[in-house]
């Protein structure tokens, strides 16, 4: 005959662990997705001077603006975080650091306009192409991100998984958000 106490025991049990694992699942997604933002900012890192090289060509352009351009892109790329090392404060660094690169960015792209012999060579045409395509996938991992976010801040914050959650230290986490007025 069944013991109640013990099936309890082993229903508690079996909730915790299936509660826990589920907590790491969606915690491994976050980070999957994190990486994938890092991916896409890597990739705007990385391609940034091939942008520089072309337009230093054109030798009458502003250096000012390659100069903040490039500035911006050494305090992207010195602040990488890592999955198990996201927390509010590093990632409002990140995306501060991102968001100087982006900024940068654009002001060239709008520099770029007043030089009709650059914006019509081809190489340009070709690495502008190429940026464009850099900041949708940074919109689109951001916006995987937040998914994921939101995806496990649903379950740490739901009952009962709240309960395991504040016993093994899950907490909610910070996803992207828009500037304010924008």
Do not use: H
Request: positive net charge.
């Amino acid at each position: 005959m069944l013991n109640l106490k013990n099936l309890c025991k082993g229903s508690s049990l079996l909730f915790f662990i299936i509660t826990y694992n589920g907590l790491v699942k969606k915690e491994e997604q976050v980070k999957l997705q994190w990486n994938e933002v890092q991916n896409a900012y890597q990739r705007r890192i990385d391609f940034i001077p091939n942008v520089v090289n072309v337009v230093k060509g054109q030798a009458d352009f502003e250096q000012t603006t390659l100069q903040q351009l490039t500035e911006a892109r050494a305090k992207a790329a010195a602040v990488n975080i890592a999955g198990d090392e996201l927390t509010a404060d590093k990632f409002n660094q990140q995306s501060a650091a991102q968001d100087g690169l982006a900024a940068a960015t654009n002001r060239l792209l709008i520099t770029v306009e007043k030089y009709p012999e650059l914006k019509g060579a081809a190489a340009f045409k070709g690495l502008q192409t190429q940026l464009e395509g850099t900041e949708r996938r940074i919109k689109v991992a951001r916006k995987d991100f937040n998914v994921s976010i939101a995806d496990y801040n649903s379950y740490v914050r739901s009952f009962p998984t709240k309960i395991v959650a504040g016993i093994l230290g899950f907490k909610a986490r910070e996803g992207f958000q828009s500037d304010a007025g924008a």
